[in-house]
Each structure stands twice: as C-alpha cells, then as structure tokens.
Nanobody, 129 residues
Framework: QLQLVESGGGLVQPGGSLRLSCVAS????????IAWFRQAPGKERAPGKGEAVSCISKWGVTTDYADSIKGRFAITRDIAKETVYLQMNSLKPEDTGVYYC?????????????????WGQGTQVTVSS
C-alpha cells in the first residue's frame, strides 16, 4: 500500500523550531519528487490543497516556494530511512497550519498541489505564545 505518514507537529513558541518527518512506504520514494504543503487556519483541511512550501526532487535538488520561509526552513531526505524532513526554525505565528507531505509521480518538483498524487494525513503546527 502506497502511504505517507507525517509526524513532528505541535505547539511551539514564536522563534522556536520543529522538525517534521514524512515516512514513505510501499514504493521507492527516491524515484519521485516529494513536497511539503501547508494549509492555513480557516481553510478546509484536505490533502490536495494548500500552499507549496518546499520540495526535493529525485536528484536531491531542493526548491523553496514560499518566500516567507526562505532562510528559515530546510527540506532534506534520508533515502535509507525513506523519510523526508522539514526543519523549521525561527517559527512565526503565520507559520501555523496543517502541514502535508505529498509525492509527485514525476522526478522533478512543482508548486501545484493538483500535480501530486499521494498525500499524507497532515500534521498540525501551531506557533503561539
């Protein structure tokens, strides 16, 4: 069964850090592009939507899509563990939302959520004092 499972979300104070994990099973994830998306509060919680945050391609090339996260977030992967991470530093209240990882059936990245076929269930990140 093809599956992605996110973890690592939680409540953190402004300026704090979190590391999200996305574990893949049922396929060789290093063949595809994997991205993190997020949905802000008040939006319908549903995989397949949201703002593209970062992506890592089959070749390990990373792309940051959201200008607001550049210099603060970093996407990495551990092929042996079939896991993609999103390290989030200097968190701000506007980073609050549900974060999803998603697999695209191609090797290179895209910012369009409708081009990603498999989604995890999401993990909640809340930045608040």
């Amino acid at each position: 069964q093809l599956q992605l499972v996110e973890s690592g979300g939680g409540l953190v104070q402004p300026g704090g850090s979190l590391r999200l994990s996305c574990v893949a099973s049922g396929f060789s994830f290093s063949t595809y592009a994997i991205a993190w998306f997020r949905q802000a509060p008040g939006k319908e919680r549903a995989p397949g939507k949201g703002e593209a945050v970062s992506c890592i391609s089959k070749w390990g090339v990373t792309t940051d899509y959201a200008d607001s996260i550049k210099g603060r977030f970093a996407i990495t992967r551990d092929i042996a563990k079939e896991t993609v991470y999103l390290q989030m530093n200097s968190l701000k209240p506007e980073d609050t939302g549900v974060y999803y990882c998603a697999i695209r059936g191609l090797s290179y990245c895209s910012a369009r959520p409708d081009e990603y076929e498999i989604w995890g269930q999401g993990t909640q990140v809340t930045v608040s004092s």
